[in-house]
């Protein structure tokens, strides 16, 4: 997208594009949808771009990249200034989780049920600069983190670094990179506003003094694993003495802090939106209600089809 101010404007300049892009594609009998993973693509016969960046990184990183034929959805939000994005950066990772959970639609990997509610974010993490963000203590330190990985040849940009957060120096942005492609617009905007309610939320509880919702990177690691694993079934390890909490619960607790500044932000329908996903289930679970009922993973890409056609929840449980 262009620069949107909120959840609907992201979500307009997304239909707008999809209409273009429908059209192209009826006319040359193509169809478009949107998950994690395919549920039975193998990514041994899909061609690589034959842009130079993506042949260098095939040639250089071998198989974790020609094995990437996954997706997902990308949200860049605006803050003020370097120290507030070191700042929100190591309390967001506390919400990966969520994001992941709600959005997890890659339970179906090389035409085989993986377990997982995301196989994505497994497949992903092989990668050399993937998966969680080091903590960083200030701005200093990640551009001595990032001096380092180019004057080791080990990256040629920020782009490079594929973290499922990372700050954007040249967009002034923290992107959130962990959520699996959505197959519907409106669980699209629905995770967009909870992305920016939640960088706000954070951004003011800095400056304002307050501490910020911090977990042990042991913890954190452990919570996006449960979250790729069980979805919204997961329990969250919510201290160092092992407590848990449900991640559902989490969810709402999360969405009910949020709900004063989505107002302000013109977000509290996609906000809503969240609770749709809840009830409905998330993709991972729809793609295995359609595989129960018909031991059909075409009808599983069908429905994922449909769902992107028509904005409309396809074979929820």
Same mark, same amino acid.
Request: charge should be negative; include cysteine; glycine fraction near 6%.
């Given at each position: 997208?262009?620069?949107?101010?909120?959840?609907?404007?992201? @979500?307009?300049?997304?239909?707008?594009?999809?209409?273009?892009?429908?059209?192209? =594609?009826?006319?040359?009998?193509?169809?478009?949808?949107?998950?994690?993973?395919?549920?039975?693509?193998?990514?041994?016969?899909?061609?690589?771009?034959?842009?130079?960046?993506?042949?260098?990184?095939?040639?250089?990183? !071998?198989?974790?990249?020609? @094995?990437?034929?996954?997706?997902?959805?990308?949200?860049?939000?605006?803050?003020?200034?370097?120290?507030?994005?070191?700042?929100? !950066?190591?309390?967001?990772?506390?919400?990966?989780?969520?994001?992941?959970?709600?959005?997890?639609?890659?339970?179906?990997?090389?035409?085989?049920?993986?377990?997982?509610?995301?196989?994505?974010?497994?497949?992903?993490?092989?990668?050399?600069?993937?998966?969680?963000?080091? @903590?960083?203590?200030?701005?200093?330190?990640?551009?001595?983190?990032?001096?380092?990985? !180019?004057?080791? @040849?080990?990256?040629?940009?920020?782009?490079?670094?594929?973290?499922?957060?990372?700050?954007?120096?040249?967009?002034?942005?923290?992107?959130?990179?962990?959520?699996?492609?959505?197959?519907?617009?409106?669980?699209?905007?629905?995770?967009?506003?909870?992305?920016? =309610?939640?960088?706000?939320?954070?951004?003011?509880?800095?400056?304002?003094?307050?501490?910020?919702?911090?977990?042990?990177?042991?913890?954190?690691?452990?919570?996006?694993?449960?979250?790729?694993?069980?979805?919204?079934?997961?329990?969250?390890?919510?201290?160092?003495?092992?407590?848990?909490?449900?991640?559902?619960?989490?969810?709402?607790?999360? =969405?009910?802090?949020?709900?004063?500044?989505?107002?302000?932000?013109? =977000?509290?329908?996609?906000?809503?939106?969240?609770?749709?996903?809840?009830?409905?289930?998330?993709?991972?679970?729809? !793609?295995?209600?359609?595989?129960?009922?018909?031991?059909?993973?075409?009808?599983?890409?069908?429905?994922?089809?449909?769902?992107?056609?028509?904005?409309?929840?396809?074979?929820?449980?």
């Amino acid at each position: 997208t262009g620069i949107c101010k909120t959840a609907a404007d992201a @979500r307009s300049d997304l239909q707008e594009a999809l209409d273009r892009l429908f059209s192209v =594609c009826d006319d040359n009998g193509w169809d478009l949808m949107s998950s994690g993973t395919h549920p039975f693509a193998d990514w041994r016969k899909q061609v690589v771009s034959p842009h130079p960046r993506y042949q260098d990184l095939v040639d250089r990183i !071998q198989l974790p990249a020609r @094995r990437l034929a996954i997706f997902g959805i990308h949200f860049h939000v605006g803050v003020a200034g370097p120290e507030t994005a070191i700042a929100v !950066q190591n309390a967001l990772v506390t919400y990966l989780p969520h994001l992941l959970a709600l959005s997890a639609s890659s339970p179906y990997w090389q035409g085989a049920d993986s377990g997982l509610a995301s196989s994505r974010a497994s497949i992903f993490e092989v990668m050399p600069t993937a998966g969680l963000p080091y @903590r960083m203590d200030n701005w200093s330190e990640f551009v001595r983190y990032m001096a380092a990985l !180019q004057a080791s @040849r080990a990256i040629e940009t920020v782009r490079e670094i594929w973290t499922d957060i990372r700050p954007h120096p040249d967009f002034g942005t923290l992107e959130i990179r962990i959520c699996d492609g959505a197959p519907t617009l409106t669980e699209i905007a629905a995770l967009a506003a909870l992305t920016q =309610c939640t960088v706000v939320w954070l951004t003011r509880l800095y400056d304002s003094g307050r501490a910020l919702p911090i977990l042990s990177p042991w913890i954190v690691r452990e919570n996006k694993w449960r979250a790729a694993r069980f979805g919204l079934d997961a329990d969250l390890i919510t201290g160092s003495d092992g407590s848990l909490k449900p991640l559902l619960t989490s969810v709402r607790e999360l =969405c009910g802090e949020l709900v004063p500044i989505a107002t302000e932000l013109g =977000c509290t329908k996609e906000l809503d939106d969240i609770e749709t996903i809840v009830a409905h289930g998330p993709s991972y679970r729809r !793609q295995r209600a359609v595989f129960e009922s018909t031991n059909s993973l075409r009808a599983v890409v069908d429905a994922l089809v449909r769902e992107l056609r028509t904005d409309a929840i396809v074979g929820a449980p």
